[in-house]
């Protein structure tokens, strides 16, 4: 095992050669025309999300590995004003945003001796500090997410991605990560966070030809209702197929 300076992270032992994993992101694919383009979102289904952003509405991408959750994400990011500051938080930077007012923070993994390490919480709250209008998390997957949560209860208006299977198992993983930040996190605080925190929830899909597109997004309503963040549907891929096959 080997620990990479320049790219922050370690390196594992394999079993009979070397592996490299090397993730591209298609630079034709930025802003959020470009994915209508592609057929992954309708056109209006594009404004909306371009006027959540401009209104510092707080958005979380869900979605399956390889869904397109990042290059959705991008292209969110690119939709806000350009007077907007935009603090994006990461393990590794993949974003590439181009905002003319952005700060990129990069997180990184403990030496061979256990030094060095630069947490993703540790991140966000410096993040903060930095008068964000607009608080970026490439993706949340572990206690950084009690902070991200917290600041979007202070006014900050956040976007970030997660791994689930739908949006409301986006929430529910939402909802549960905080609690990895220790034992006196109380859930009875993280529902109503996150009811009053995350305003929508975009999931992506990807077909088995490869094709990527949002599938479903839903907004909260503020509410809890049997311990769940309530949510209406704002948008849902195979409700606007059958209208479509209506007329």
Do not use: W
């Not at 694919?29 to 992954?40: E, I, K």
């Not at 401009?54 to 959750?69: C, E, M, N, P, Q």
């Not at 739908?166 to 993280?190: H, K």
């Amino acid at each position: 095992m080997a620990y990479c300076d320049r790219c922050n992270k370690l390196g594992f032992v394999t079993r009979t050669h070397y592996a490299v994993n090397i993730r591209k992101f298609l630079t034709a694919r930025r802003t959020l025309r470009d994915l209508v383009a592609a057929g992954a979102m309708p056109e209006r289904l594009s404004a909306l999300l371009r006027h959540a952003m401009a209104d510092g509405r707080s958005i979380l991408v869900s979605g399956a590995t390889h869904a397109g959750k990042t290059t959705l994400l991008a292209a969110l990011i690119g939709a806000c004003p350009p007077e907007h500051r935009i603090v994006t938080v990461e393990e590794t930077f993949e974003l590439a945003v181009s905002a003319p007012d952005s700060v990129a923070l990069q997180g990184r993994q403990p030496s061979l001796e256990g030094t060095g390490a630069v947490s993703l919480r540790r991140l966000v709250k410096e993040a903060l500090r930095m008068r964000p209008d607009r608080l970026v998390v490439g993706e949340v997957r572990d206690a950084e997410a009690l902070d991200l949560l917290l600041a979007l209860n202070t006014g900050v208006p956040g976007a970030a991605t997660l791994h689930a299977n739908s949006a409301s198992d986006a929430l529910r993983r939402l909802a549960a990560l905080p609690l990895l930040a220790g034992q006196n996190i109380d859930a009875g605080f993280v529902g109503p966070a996150i009811a009053t925190g995350v305003d929508l929830v975009v999931h992506c899909r990807r077909d088995a030809d490869g094709h990527r597109s949002v599938e479903e997004v839903v907004e909260t309503t503020g509410r809890l209702v049997g311990g769940d963040v309530e949510t209406r549907v704002v948008y849902r891929a195979s409700d606007a197929a059958s209208a479509r096959e209506a007329s």
